[in-house]
């Protein structure tokens, strides 16, 4: 694990330590010494490999609408050369990097951001002086396809954020073109060795972040694409055991991230939870779901179907599993967050039933739990932005329901006067508090 | 990974990358330059797609097939269309095969609507690109030569073993290029 922040943070800390007498001049040197010199230079390096990558996808962008503007003027061989043209410079000077050691951050992302790009230029060029015709899912399948192992050869993570992105794309495409996206899980798994090895290597470093958060995007949008959707309403159990598995997982082995964006999945995770129960409280969500409406037709394919059900299993497996060591720690707020999967659960056998109206009440008590909950954590724990979540998820919830139920002026207007109020009142006292817990 | 293993694994890759387009080129000049050519009658539009520039979309014709009694025609799958030419030196379907022919031209089409021996069939060609200046002209071009009275328009495709890529565009006789610049020329 990359402690260089820690250390970063240590070393501007350690002088005042000293001066106010905390900590001996003789500790701070042992300090110093067991952790080594403070790394130099990062903010350059980051600065570096920012621009390396703007300067690649600039350059390969600005190819790209260049062959797109088709010089009709130019003989088809020119054309066929230029299209290649692009592709074998950016791979001599990927090999260049590669033979003379220049496997610096900055060499690897930015070589790695042109390959990609330069692939795609030269593939549509060849189809558009051919005249091959425009099917986006096979496109995007050979790039991706051919993208990948730049992304183990050069262990280049800018690659790997445009193949998330690119194969979420192609199961959208593929559902609609080949009438299911079965393949969409197997392209998936070959990008995961990457993204352990960043995450093993510096869990809140910014290639695990921006890693972390395309796929937690990139699998909300394409979880619901993939599913063949047979048994209407499936996908509300498997959003939710989707994002409980997210919340957990982040909350359980990225705990000690500095920051909610440094932890995606805890982040992307809560979000996801808060905005299904939302969701799940409005009655249109729960109309024709379960058992007595399954589907049938061209587009519902009945053997990528029985995909959705193993999707299902295995989410809602590996989500109970975590759910349960949550409740052996004893963590209320995990449990909270987590119960969104059983509640799903329930919720779904009940509208299935024919019993739409409970699994909507047992949706907004749920929710009506969940904020109590994260409001209470957060004024017991003295965590503003843990309180004010609370209290603007139960705004959202009551907006919600009063543009829902229709309910009168004078009803909506003192609800929203109480929680303002339960706001100003929230974070007054939490300000005492730290004001009170300074020296 | 040692530089020698990069480098060698690198080279593999760029091999692969780059023999992808050559082989979509060497595949598609064979055709060209040993390809049997035959006219498509054509219907020209003008769509935008954000990767390859602007072109101009086709409708080929025919679209509409009568389909033999012993085939069963699904949007599932792919068929292959047998090419004769018509008394105007036209293509038009001769029959509908489940398999590719042993002989003839003939073309990998899906079927993308049916009913009874009805079928609407899509051709592997449906797009001619051109120039983002001379794609609005070509369609605007198209109005003015695909009337009722009026059908000057067609593609020349050239057919090898079930392969089929376009050659050119015809507008009024002459290739869509010569049509244009003529077009701005003349007084």
């Not at chain 1, 690897?108 to 899912?137: C, D, F, K, W």
């Not at chain 1, 724990?381 to 139960?394: D, H, S």
């Not at chain 2, 369609?139 to 376009?166: D, F, K, M, P, Q």
């Amino acid at each position: 694990m990359n402690h260089n922040s820690y250390i970063r943070w240590l070393y501007q800390e350690l002088p005042e330590l000293v001066r106010s007498g905390t900590l001996a001049p003789e500790a701070a040197e042992k300090l110093k010494t067991h952790y080594g010199p403070p790394p130099a230079g990062a903010g350059r390096r980051v600065a570096l490999t920012v621009c390396g990558i703007l300067g690649a996808t600039l350059i390969g962008g600005g190819i790209i609408l260049l062959f797109a503007h088709n010089w009709s003027a130019l003989s088809r061989s020119t054309r066929t050369v230029l299209a290649l043209a692009p592709l074998l410079a950016t791979h001599i000077l990927t090999l260049w990097a590669l033979a003379t050691g220049r496997t610096s951050r900055v060499w690897r992302e930015s070589t790695g951001m042109l390959v990609t790009l330069m692939l795609a230029a030269a593939i549509a060029l060849v189809g558009q002086t051919y005249h091959i015709p425009g099917n986006l899912a096979n496109f995007l399948l050979v790039w991706m396809l051919l993208t990948l192992p730049l992304i183990y050869l050069l262990e280049a993570t800018v690659p790997a954020l445009i193949y998330l992105p690119g194969i979420t794309a192609w199961a959208g495409l593929a559902q609609v073109e080949y009438g299911h996206a079965v393949w969409f899980l197997p392209l998936l798994a070959l990008v995961l060795p990457h993204l352990a090895l960043v995450l093993r290597r510096d869990p809140y470093g910014s290639r695990a972040t921006f890693l972390g958060w395309m796929l937690v995007i990139c699998l909300f949008v394409a979880t619901g694409e993939s599913l063949e959707k047979i048994l209407p309403g499936l996908w509300i159990i498997v959003y939710g055991a989707l994002a409980t598995g997210f919340y957990l997982a982040g909350r359980r082995w990225m705990a000690a991230a500095p920051s909610t964006w440094r932890n995606p999945f805890a982040s992307a995770g809560a979000l996801g939870i808060v905005v299904i129960a939302l969701l799940l409280t409005y009655d249109e969500f729960w109309n024709n779901v379960g058992w007595r409406h399954w589907r049938t037709g061209w587009a519902y394919n009945w053997r990528v179907g029985t995909l959705d059900y193993l999707i299902l299993a295995g989410l809602s497996a590996v989500s109970t599993w975590m759910l349960l060591h949550t409740a052996r720690r004893r963590d209320v707020l995990g449990l909270a967050f987590g119960a969104l999967l059983p509640v799903t659960v329930l919720g779904y056998l009940l509208a299935s039933s024919g019993f739409e109206g409970p699994a909507i009440i047992l949706c907004n008590a749920y929710l009506l739990a969940l904020v109590l909950t994260i409001t209470v954590t957060g004024l017991r724990e003295n965590r503003t932005g843990l309180v004010n979540g609370g209290l603007l998820t139960l705004s959202t919830l009551i907006v919600a329901r009063f543009f829902d139920e229709e309910f009168s002026f004078v009803m909506r207007g003192c609800a929203f006067i109480a929680i303002g109020i339960a706001f100003l009142i929230a974070n007054v006292l939490m300000s005492r508090r730290g004001k009170g817990a300074a020296p | 990974m040692t530089r020698t293993t990069s480098v060698l694994a690198f080279l593999v890759l760029a091999a692969i990358q780059l023999g992808v387009p050559l082989s979509m080129i060497v595949d598609r000049e064979i055709t060209l330059r040993q390809g049997h050519a035959m006219r498509f009658q054509t219907a020209p539009v003008d769509p935008y797609d954000a990767f390859r520039g602007k072109y101009v979309a086709l409708r080929i014709e025919p679209e509409n097939i009568i389909v033999p009694p012993d085939i069963t025609v699904s949007v599932k799958r792919p068929f292959y269309a047998a090419l004769a030419a018509d008394s105007n030196g036209f293509a038009r379907v001769s029959a509908l095969h489940i398999s590719a022919p042993a002989d003839g031209d003939y073309v990998k089409v899906r079927v993308h609507w049916h009913s009874g021996t009805n079928a609407f069939i899509r051709y592997p060609f449906d797009r001619y690109y051109m120039n983002e200046q001379d794609a609005p002209r070509a369609e605007l071009a198209y109005g003015r030569n695909s009337t009722r009275t009026n059908r000057n328009t067609y593609v020349i495709v050239r057919l090898r073993h079930g392969n089929a890529v376009i050659e050119d565009l015809i507008i009024d006789n002459q290739p869509v290029a010569k049509f244009l610049q003529r077009e701005v020329s003349a007084p």
